[in-house]
Antibody, heavy 114, light 113 residues
Framework: EVQLVESGGGLVKPGSSLKLSCVASGFTFSSYGMHWIRQAPKKGLEWIALIYYDSSNKYYADSVKGRFTISRDNSKNTLYLEMNSLRSEDTAMYYC???????WGQGVMVTVSS | DVVMTQTPPSLSVAIGQSVSISCKSSQSLVYSDGKTYLHWLLQSPGQSPKLLIYQVSNLGSGVPDRFSGTGSQKDFTLKISRVEAEDLGVYYCVQATHFPPFTFGSGTKLEIK
């Protein structure tokens, strides 16, 4: 069974850091590019970062560029999102997904509030 | 950035009826390889998004053929024939031709009468 399981979310204060993980199973993780996509409460979907299957290229939305870092460890079938200088507007459900769109995680909630 | 304009924002339909959702992009979504990277997703209530259609008209895995996608260049349509109760949720179009960023439509909420 294919699974993407995110973890690492929580309630943090503005200016804090957080690192999300997304563990993949049931498919060849190392063959897929991966996205992080977020959804603020009651809002639509917002793409925030992409990493190629071999980490050769990484792209970011302007809203997170310079603050967030996407990475992966293919030996651990794990995708990461390191988030620094968090702001209230980063409050959202964060999903990892393959670039083919076939597989999505269940999401992890990040709340930034004082 | 490519702007995706999705309409209508919501619609209410009876079981068995057909509906169409429009998605228009601010520029052509034809990539240099000749393919068009316009996809449709469904987010059912309380769930993660699910891929319905990729590259305009190709059904995702396990997606019933009541769903169909058409369009070209800047103008795309998702059609649901014979709506069923399980089809309720929010539908999104997304373009993956011109990135970064990948951009989503604002969503269409489908309710069942």
């Amino acid at each position: 069974e294919v699974q993407l399981v995110e973890s690492g979310g929580g309630l943090v204060k503005p200016g804090s850091s957080l690192k999300l993980s997304c563990v993949a199973s049931g498919f060849t993780f190392s063959s897929y590019g991966m996205h992080w996509i977020r959804q603020a409460p009651k809002k639509g979907l917002e793409w925030i970062a992409l990493i190629y299957y071999d980490s050769s290229n990484k792209y970011y939305a302007d809203s997170v560029k310079g603050r967030f870092t996407i990475s992966r460890d293919n030996s651990k079938n794990t995708l990461y999102l390191e988030m620094n200088s968090l702001r209230s507007e980063d409050t959202a459900m964060y999903y990892c997904a393959t670039t083919t769109g076939d597989y999505w995680g269940q999401g992890v909630m990040v709340t930034v509030s004082s | 950035d490519v702007v995706m304009t999705q309409t209508p924002p919501s619609l209410s339909v009876a079981i068995g009826q057909s509906v169409s959702i429009s998605c228009k992009s601010s520029q052509s979504l034809v990539y240099s390889d000749g393919k068009t990277y316009l996809h449709w997703l469904l987010q059912s209530p309380g769930q993660s998004p699910k891929l319905l259609i990729y590259q305009v008209s190709n059904l995702g895995s396990g997606v019933p053929d009541r769903f169909s996608g058409t369009g070209s260049q800047k103008d795309f349509t998702l059609k649901i024939s014979r709506v069923e109760a399980e089809d309720l949720g929010v539908y999104y179009c997304v373009q993956a031709t011109h990135f970064p960023p990948f951009t989503f439509g604002s969503g269409t909420k489908l309710e069942i009468k």
